[in-house]
């Protein structure tokens, strides 16, 4: 019996008493209509990850490595930070991820001009002064054109933050449906380790208002991914 | 005054209150494009939604287990996990959890349960500075209303309402209409107190029993901010939010985006398991999660109506419902309004909010919408069945005597035949709808049907037997 939480036997005792009687399915339930697929499989997963980036708005940008630096490194440019030793106290920054195994290099290669205003993990939270961040992500979806990011990519606030969230990813790392990329969250057993994960699907957006779409609501105004194809 | 009172006195107002309509039509309009458009996505909606049914149904079915499964996983991840009989109980335990850890400003982003459990005012009331950062909960917490509606709270406002109401609270200039300048305003307005906040409150969409993690659904960004930036995060849910599997999710978020707003998934889908682990780079220290009953396990025990539980809060009941459209989310004076609000009412405040199953046409709209196959006209009727069993004995008696009536084919054709005098007659009395008019609680609203010069049976009689100008016939020509 938990002392501090008496109300806690309680419910479970009602439960368990009030499920011994089953119930009936609905009038309108079939078991047939359950047993159809409810989604064709996809044939082209590439593409279909393409048009939904499309659809809800997120910024795609394929190439092979040195078009991604140089990508990235007009998307900072274009967000006001300045490359250099010394940005002035107030100016904006940069929260980078730290990079994992394996993208060592073109992690080194993407920040380097930026290294007098990057941040990272080690140095702390982000906060309203990281005008990007940069990170990788766990999988990448074409069935709605999502991506699939964990607490290990640079925590919790930095894919939220800033107004501007930018996803390095190689072409590999897209699975057709929801269902693989929660799969893989369960390799290691049913319980993952990493205390939150997040689905984002295109930037921050609200429709509270007319229902008329405005993005930037909290989070990312802009998403970009930086697909290494 | 009664519930049942207040219903009607507010609806015959909001009935007639053009300006909202027009909103309301627009915004429903949208949403229906929007849902229409949404399922095509699906090769089968109704076989999506069979199958959520069957998730649900089983998650419903060892719900016990299934929450003990939830309550070990999570609080393997150092998670805490506070179970409520009562509003009372869940509001008590979050108050004392913030008086002893010293907050004083709280973020809350979007969940029904808090409003159902009163949770903000009880707050505010203990100077703990409470801020709804949804941005339609935002504007009718301004505003101090309830939300209009469980998905979209301020679906009854138009722009106008709430660059008025931005100017005068944020001191926006009075000339800002754009929702893009509308929305900019309000972030960064929250943003300042999402810094300054010690204690986050979101709800759950789905707790999810095999991993041990709460999955919350949005668009804005702001239940993800709440978990991250506030050094403690309080989750306040309902017990009946359990699916069974992680995998689950890959059928219930896109279900659950299409019926609530038509998108393929919504923009923010996260998951949460704890407070920040030992390898992780922020997060909060602590987090609880208050898994609040209120109801819901006698609702179990009601194998009848028990489907109300898998219930997944997506609103595509209310924006079907002809009613709904009709009295708007206020006239229900209820937490959670339109069909579903009128089958949980009652179960989570009792048999005074049972005048709610009357506010339904019977159109089965709501249930040939409802992504998890909740029978939700046939529990309307069941409702009118039991609250038919309270009224007065005077009326009890006068339903069995029609019942008798009607429920013989001689019985009920001189039922009809002196019902037609009686009518004739009384609108010979006056001009429909005058006030002396007898029919006038009819009348007043609608134009009384002509009636027919024969019954149908009489009609019918004598088609089959022409040369019968008998009787029947004569009779008819009379009554
Ligand atoms: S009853 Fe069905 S349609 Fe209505 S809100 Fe719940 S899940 Fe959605």
Redesign the pocket.
């Known amino acids: 019996m938990n002392q501090e939480n008496p109300a806690r036997e309680r419910i479970l005792r009602r439960l368990a008493a009030a499920l011994k009687t089953p119930t009936q399915p609905p009038w309108t339930h079939s078991p047939a209509d359950a047993a159809r697929p409810a989604f064709a499989p996809l044939t082209d997963i590439r593409t279909h990850f393409r048009d939904e980036c499309a659809a809800n708005r997120t910024e795609l940008i394929e190439g092979r490595r040195e078009e991604l630096v140089r990508a990235f490194y007009k998307l900072l440019m274009d967000t006001g930070l300045a490359p250099g030793e010394n940005p002035g106290p107030g100016a904006p920054r940069i929260y980078a991820q730290k990079p994992a195994a394996g993208v060592e290099a073109i992690w080194e290669e993407l920040l380097r001009p930026w290294q007098g205003c990057s941040d990272g993990p080690d140095s702390g939270p982000p906060d309203d002064r990281h005008a990007t961040s940069l990170t990788l992500a766990e999988a990448l979806i074409a069935r709605t054109g999502s991506l699939l990011i964990s607490t290990a990519q640079g925590g919790r606030a930095a894919s939220v933050l800033p107004p501007l969230h930018i996803v390095y990813a190689r072409a590999e790392q897209i699975v057709a449906e929801l269902d693989d990329a929660l799969a893989r969250l369960q390799n290691h057993g049913p319980t993952p380790a990493r205390s939150m994960f997040s689905l984002i699907t295109g930037p921050s957006r609200t429709a509270d208002i007319e229902k008329m779409l405005v993005l930037g609501a909290h989070g990312p105004k802009r998403l970009v991914i930086l697909l290494d194809a | 005054m009664n519930a049942a009172r207040q219903f009607e006195q507010d609806a015959r107002r909001i009935a007639v209150d053009v300006p909202l309509h027009q909103v309301l039509k627009k915004n429903l309009a949208t949403y229906q494009h929007a849902a229409g458009l949404g399922r095509e996505r699906f090769a089968d909606w109704n076989a999506a939604r069979a199958q959520a049914h069957a998730v649900k149904a089983e998650a419903i079915a060892h719900l016990d287990r299934y929450l003990l499964e939830f309550e070990r996983n999570l609080t393997a991840r150092g998670g805490r996990v506070f179970w409520a009989e009562t509003a009372a109980e869940a509001r008590d335990y979050i108050l004392a959890l913030a008086r002893r850890r010293q907050v004083r400003q709280v973020v809350k982003s979007k969940s029904m349960v808090s409003e159902e459990v009163h949770l903000t005012p009880a707050l505010e009331a203990a100077g703990i500075a409470t801020l709804e950062t949804d941005l339609g909960e935002y504007i009718v917490q301004l505003r101090n209303e309830p939300p209009f509606h ?1 998905v979209t709270p301020a679906m009854h406002l138009r722009r106008e309402h709430v660059a008025a109401l931005f100017h005068e609270k944020l001191g926006l200039p009075e000339s800002v209409h754009e929702p893009e300048a509308l929305v900019a305003a309000a972030r960064a307005e929250m943003r300042r107190r999402f810094l300054a906040a010690e204690m986050g409150i979101t709800g759950a969409n789905f707790l999810i029993a095999d991993a041990g993690l709460v999955a919350v659904t949005e668009n804005e960004g702001n239940a993800r901010l709440s978990a991250a930036l506030p050094r403690i995060h309080v989750v306040l849910t309902g017990i009946e939010k359990i699916l069974p599997r992680l995998r689950d999710l890959a059928l219930f978020w896109p279900l659950l985006a299409t ?1 609530g707003t038509g998108q393929a998934v919504t923009c923010y889908n996260s998951l949460i398991g704890g407070p920040r682990q030992e390898n992780e780079s922020d997060g909060p220290e602590e987090m609880h999660v208050v898994l609040l009953d209120n109801g819901r396990g006698e609702l179990a025990a009601d194998p009848e109506q028990r489907d109300i539980l ?9 924006n079907i419902c002809p009613i709904f459209e009709t009295v708007g989310g206020h006239g229900y004076g209820t937490t959670y309004q ?3 609000g009128a089958v949980l009412t009652p179960h989570l405040r009792g048999p005074r909010f049972a005048h709610l199953a009357q506010a339904s046409s019977l159109c089965g709209a ?1 249930t040939s ?4 196959e ?1 029978d ?1 006209h046939p529990h309307l009727l069941q409702l009118r069945r039991d609250s038919s069993r309270r009224r007065p004995w005077r009326e009890q008696a006068a339903f069995r005597a029609f019942g008798w009536l009607a429920g013989d084919g001689k019985r009920f054709e001189k039922l009809g035949r002196r019902g037609r005098r009686w009518l004739r007659y009384a609108q010979s009395l006056a001009a429909p709808s005058s006030r002396l008019d007898p029919l006038r609680p009819w009348t007043r609203y609608r134009a009384a049907p002509e009636l027919p010069p024969e019954s149908f049976r009489d009609w019918w009689r004598k088609r089959k037997n022409p040369a019968a100008t008998n009787d029947a016939g004569a009779k008819a020509a009379h009554s």
């Open positions: 469980i019926a898998h219930c997944i809060r997506c609103g595509a009941c209310l339109g069909p579903i709501c919408v409802c992504p998890v909740i939700l």
